[in-house]
């Protein structure tokens, strides 16, 4: 089994197996040397627990997410300044993605076509979001097949924002599809029986909650296959780091 986390870069990743290989090498040089401050921002005791376990148990670590240059990039000049030989196939016309990324913002139809000024803003933001999954999909499927021809299988948990997931859009879907291109590109033809690379995608979403719990208020059946319940703790959520992404909408 091995992790993807959203809160690394691809580029990382000599850290992250430095981090599960190398007793010496602590949390605390980990957050150094991948300059967690600024390339994420939440509180890192937040992910202490999981990061210290997967080193106990060796299970290796995976980072998902662009650079902060390329998603500036994308911010600044667009889509098309991603270069194809860094990332192809960044699909930005997805079946409803759009309207549920307005809802996500909370963004109305009717303001987008009143003001076109903040219109061109948001569909950058869009962009943003999109070349965003796309390369983290993109991640996960480098990471799948690295172990394909495992004898045991693999598995891959994938750890990122809710809104990356909802609704098994974003990273899953996308992950998918780049699953399937793959496969097409190694000689198969679309009607011919396929040996399936994967055993399913399945989306899990973690709910703080104060029992006993109000039952309109949980999440509908197209948010998530699985919903993870979790009682409130005493977190103060005005004293952890907000994302270093809070400035961009």
């Not at 980990?30 to 992910?47: H, K």
């Not at 650079?67 to 990332?87: F, W, Y």
């Not at 903040?118 to 933001?125: G, I, L, N, Q």
């Not at 190694?186 to 011919?192: A, K, L």
Request: charged share 20%; with cysteine.
């Amino acid at each position: 089994m091995t992790v993807g986390l959203e809160c690394f870069h691809r580029r990382h990743q000599r850290f992250l197996d430095r981090y599960i290989n190398d007793p010496s090498y602590k949390l605390n040089h980990l957050n150094r040397d991948t300059q967690w401050e600024t390339s994420w921002g939440y509180d890192s005791l937040l992910y202490a627990p999981l990061l210290i376990y997967a080193k106990q148990k060796r299970i290796r670590l995976y980072g998902l997410h662009p650079t902060d240059e390329m998603v500036h990039d994308v911010l600044t000049k667009g889509i098309d300044a991603i270069p194809t030989s860094l990332l192809k196939g960044v699909v930005t016309q997805e079946p409803g993605h759009y309207e549920q990324y307005q809802r996500i913002m909370k963004v109305s139809p009717e303001k987008l076509a009143r003001n076109p000024s903040f219109s061109k803003h948001f569909d950058r933001m869009y962009q943003v979001q999109c070349f965003r999954e796309e390369y983290m999909a993109e991640s996960v499927l480098v990471e799948v097949n690295r172990h394909q021809k495992h004898p045991q299988g693999h598995w891959t948990a994938v750890l990122a924002g809710e809104n990356h997931i909802l609704g098994r859009g974003g990273i899953p879907s996308r992950a998918l599809r780049r699953s399937s291109s793959s496969l097409l590109a190694t000689g198969h033809t679309p009607g011919m029986k396929l040996t399936p690379k994967n055993r399913g995608v399945f989306t899990v979403m973690p709910r703080t909650i104060s029992f006993p719990m109000v039952a309109n208020e949980a999440p509908g059946r197209m948010a998530a296959d699985y919903v993870w319940y979790v009682e409130n703790d005493t977190l103060k959520t005005g004293q952890v780091n907000a994302s270093p992404f809070r400035n961009l909408a």
